[in-house]
């Protein structure tokens, strides 16, 4: 990840971090006073079950917080938190009242559990969303609004408590994540290519600066305070307004599915607070719910938009959302059950809120079961049958191991271990059958007898004297098929080897087919290079001289004009100039492998953004092409390092062993999975670079992890018995 990445995750741990400790460090209780008179009187309660729990009742007059004496002067209408009361009652009894979260379960689900939750959860699914689509606009814009979201519904505990930097980020936050929204459908609208029918959405960013000075003013006066709270509650209202305005008239206007289940995936988590809370409250009326209890839905968030992953496209949303159905049914009926048992075991202990709380946190665990569960069967399915039950993986490793084979005794020697393994009977033999050694026949009506390879001169029989069951038949059988074709192949390329062998001993540098290869070889290569050479330099060249058309035809030459067209004939000429070298390194042959591999260098660390960190040591050998081969290793390391690697820095060192070198690559780039490398971009220059390798009896080692860099250990030594 960049550092600008780093720095958003990173404030947005220490930011989640400090509210949800200012919210835990001292609990919420939420008393209105009457302060007309000397001594504070209480007259309304956030939480009147608790308050009725600890005989605290409208009337009391407020004599401590926290053990400190209080004044009407001294308070505003209400009373936030506290960690201990004292108060009086109208007939003179003092009370002393200890307040903790437990006593209050509301205030310790709604405003600590649940944020935290949501707090680990949001964090989770953003870094999901953006290792799967690096630098990716969409996706930025998603994961911004994804945390802007969690981080604004977290900070709501610290912004009732008072806390000046909570009730700041509250109030950008609740603004800017439908800004951010909007942006990004912005953006999707033109992927998808349907016309934008709004404003730009950078104008919307323009709240931002009014609702820093819409604080300034509550810090500086605090009579303004009710004001401003309604205020951002006003423009939140108008922008998801605003929102769901732009995703219904489009739907209806394109009728397309993405759109629909955007709209239902953003509609769902915030039009219960928008109708419960915010719009009761513009108007002057009482919420409906709470704002705790309304931003509850907010919790839908992570689990709508995970789904709604951004890479060159959006991935089939409706499969997924089909599957999140169906585990969430089954999910809701065992959340359900467990509730209801819990609920009865402890039928006097638990209030509704904390009924409530035990059905979500039940549901989203067996929600994550399944889902845990998917993804360990995706991984482990082939494993997870005993080998002696599974025939279809055993006969998937049994070919893995069979085809390591190199030739045919040992063939027939591995299939003989997986027979004996498989069936656990040693009752079968093979027998080849030749015009030298004929089949006895009396054992042709013995036990069960399998063909595994005929040519004619040559038949290759398996006689098993041992009772099979129907599946132990079928996997022999198809074990058999792949021996068969395995012998195949080891005879063509045993005949190969006789060929060329044959070949060499009688000096004779004819073979056809040998030739046919090379040559279907060349003028592939040339075909690459004509089609490089037609995208680019020969374009450049048509457009100079449509170029020179024109200036020719001009009854005044300007010399500008003409200058600018050298300056493209040299750029032209550079380029073709790099692909000669690039195809015979003229170096190499005038002053050698450690000269043109320095020249090379130089090259890439003008190209490149990344430090590069050469060691070229001088090597020598008798095989003059192992001077090319380390060029060409050498030059496609560097060129997958500029394409792919996003690395910052790359180090590169030669080596000269006996007879041989080493060459180790190693970068600090995205890495890769090297299961996944094949399907990557990355796969063309990975393989040419195994393929030169092997052709010289090498070894190469490829370790990488995704964004851990990628090591590359190539060492070969040459044959110096060998002719060429």
């Not at 835990?24 to 007259?43: A, F, H, R, W």
């Not at 040299?570 to 020249?599: H, M, V």
């Not at 970068?667 to 670079?689: K, R």
Request: proline share 3%.
């Amino acid at each position: 990840m960049s550092k600008w990445t780093y720095s958003i995750f990173i404030t947005y741990l220490l930011l989640g971090i400090y509210v949800l400790v200012v919210a835990s460090k001292i609990p919420y209780i939420g008393i209105s006073l009457d302060t007309t008179s000397e001594q504070p009187v209480m007259t309304e309660f956030y939480y009147p079950n608790w308050a009725q729990q600890h005989n605290i009742e409208k009337g009391d007059l407020l004599l401590t917080i926290d053990g400190k004496p209080v004044r009407s002067n001294q308070l505003d209408s209400s009373v936030r938190c506290a960690k201990e009361l004292t108060f009086m009652k109208p007939n003179g009894d003092v009370h002393a009242v200890s307040v903790k979260h437990k006593d209050i379960p509301e205030e310790f689900y709604l405003q600590i559990i649940f944020p935290l939750f949501y707090f680990v959860l949001s964090f989770g699914v953003a870094i999901y969303l953006w290792r799967r689509n690096t630098d990716n606009l969409l996706t930025s814009l998603l994961t911004l609004f994804l945390l802007t979201c969690s981080l604004a519904y977290i900070s709501t505990g610290a912004s009732v408590r008072g806390n000046l930097i909570g009730g700041f980020v509250i109030g950008i936050g609740i603004v800017l994540c439908i800004v951010l929204f909007i942006h990004f459908l912005q953006f999707y609208f033109r992927y998808l290519r349907i016309e934008w029918p709004c404003l730009n959405t950078k104008w919307l960013y323009l709240t931002l600066p009014f609702i820093l000075c819409c604080d300034f003013i509550r810090i500086v006066n605090s009579d303004f305070w009710t004001i401003i709270s309604l205020i951002k509650l006003g423009m939140f209202a108008v922008l998801v307004l605003y929102a769901i305005y732009i995703l219904l008239t489009s739907y209806l206007r394109t009728r397309l599915e993405k759109i629909r289940l955007i709209t239902i995936a953003f509609i769902t988590p915030f039009l219960p607070f928008l109708l419960f809370f915010v719009i009761p409250l513009i108007f002057g009326l009482d919420p409906i719910l709470h704002a705790e209890v309304a931003a509850s839905s907010l919790l839908f968030i992570p689990f709508s938009f995970i789904f709604i992953q951004v890479n060159e496209r959006l991935f089939d949303i409706e499969y997924q959302l089909s599957r999140l159905r169906y585990y969430s049914t089954l999910a809701f009926f065992c959340a359900l059950l467990l509730t209801t048992g819990i609920t009865l075991l402890f039928i006097d202990k638990l209030s509704i809120v904390k009924i409530t709380g035990v059905f979500i946190l039940v549901f989203l665990v067996i929600i994550a079961s399944f889902y845990i569960k998917e993804q360990l069967d995706f991984k482990y399915r082939k494993i997870i049958f005993s080998s002696t039950g599974n025939y279809v993986h055993n006969l998937y490793a049994a070919v893995n191991r069979m085809g390591k084979a190199k030739n045919q005794q040992e063939l027939l020697e591995q299939f003989k271990y997986e027979i004996t393994e498989k069936l656990g009977t040693t009752a079968f033999t093979i027998t080849i059958i030749t015009e030298d050694a004929p089949f006895a026949r009396d054992e042709v009506n013995i036990g069960n007898h399998l063909l595994l390879h005929d040519t004619g001169e040559e038949k290759i029989m398996l006689n098993i004297r041992h009772i099979l069951q129907k599946e132990e038949l079928l996997w022999l059988e198809l074990l058999a098929l792949y021996v068969s074709m395995f012998i195949d192949n080891l005879k063509l390329i045993e005949d190969l080897v006789y060929e060329i062998k044959l070949m060499k001993d009688h000096n004779d540098t004819q073979l056809p087919w040998l030739d046919k290869l090379l040559w279907n070889i060349i003028e592939k290569e040339k075909s690459i290079l004509a089609q490089e050479l037609h995208d680019t330099i020969l374009q450049e060249q048509l457009h100079l001289a449509r170029e020179l058309d024109v200036l020719a035809s001009s009854p005044v030459i300007k010399k500008e004009k003409v200058l600018d067209i050298r300056e493209q004939l040299l750029n032209a000429s550079k380029d073709l100039r790099e692909y000669c070298e690039n195809l015979s390194p003229p170096l190499l042959d005038t002053f050698g492998l450690q000269i043109a591999l320095k020249k090379l260098i130089q090259k890439v660390k003008i190209r490149a953004d990344f430090l590069l960190n050469a060691q070229i040591e001088r090597v020598q050998f008798q095989d003059v092409t192992l001077h090319l081969v380390v060029y060409r290793l050498v030059q496609e390391l560097l060129n997958n390092a500029i394409k792919h690697a996003e690395a910052t820095e790359v180090s590169l060192r030669l080596q000269a062993i006996n007879r041989g070198f080493i060459l180790q690559y190693d970068d600090n780039g995205i890495g890769c999975n090297i299961e996944g490398l094949m399907q990557s971009s990355a796969s063309m220059g990975i393989n040419g670079i195994r393929e030169r390798v092997r052709a010289f009896n090498g070894d190469i080692t490829i370790t990488s992890n995704l964004n851990e860099g990628m090591h590359i250990f190539i060492q070969i030594q040459e044959d110096v018995d060998s002719d060429d």
